[in-house]
């Protein structure tokens, strides 16, 4: 059985550096909910990565769904960053990595 996971690789935009405390807030409070849901994998800032500000792995029934939840990542939706993301299908013993 294929197993996919899906990346949010969250890019700064041009306003990324008039981001409040209040928008972090905001991103954490909604990671939390995305958390307690089961929908993170893993989420986490990225150090000396020009332009990129972090990433979430989402752990969802489809693309689509993860998307929607990437467009209501309130860093994106007020504007101070955008997204990429990456559908990444997962190789581990279970599935002998792929082979």
């Known amino acids: 059985m ?3 996971l899906y990346v949010m690789t969250i890019k700064k935009g041009k306003t990324y550096n008039k981001v409040t ?6 991103h954490v409070e909604n990671l939390k909910k995305l ?9 986490g800032p990225f150090k000396g ?13 489809s693309f689509e769904e993860a998307d929607a939840l990437c467009r209501q ?3 994106v939706v007020e ?3 955008t997204y990429l993301l ?4 997962v190789a581990d ?4 990595y792929l082979l």
């Open 73 to 75: 990542e309130p860093l």
């Open 21 to 26: 405390k209040a928008v972090i807030t905001r």
């Open 49 to 61: 990565y020009p332009g990129v500000a972090g990433m979430v792995i989402f752990k969802t029934e």
């Open 2 to 4: 294929e197993k996919w």
């Open 86 to 89: 990456a559908a990444l299908q």
């Open 79 to 81: 504007g101070y960053a």
């Open 35 to 43: 958390d307690e849901a089961g929908k993170i994998v893993l989420c």
């Open 93 to 96: 013993k279970e599935n002998n």
